[in-house]
């Protein structure tokens, strides 16, 4: 089963530390994907965010968020799991 949220970013980066840090603690399973690791995967972070180029990429199924706010996210989370 495909999971609902998939975070690119940087450990170094507090932002993303902050969104997996929210995730964690309500118990959300998340993919993480560094970009600091990988080069596809940035590539493919840029490419969701439209070559933004910031931290962290999250995508809620199908919903690209950039930089988020644990509010923003948590509604894009409420948002998905309602259309299940």
């Known amino acids: 089963m495909a999971k ?5 970013g940087k450990t170094t980066c507090q932002d993303t530390n902050n969104v997996r840090g929210y995730l964690e603690e309500q118990g959300f399973e998340y993919g ?4 600091e690791e990988s080069q596809a ?9 439209n070559g933004a ?25 409420e948002t998905q799991d309602d259309q299940e």
């Open 4 to 8: 609902l949220v998939d975070v690119y």
């Open 32 to 35: 993480w994907h560094d970009i």
């Open 41 to 49: 995967e940035r590539d493919h972070a840029n490419d969701l965010s």
């Open 53 to 77: 180029n910031r931290w962290p990429v999250v995508l809620v199924r199908n919903i690209v968020l950039v930089e988020p706010s644990t509010d923003e996210l948590a509604k894009a989370i």
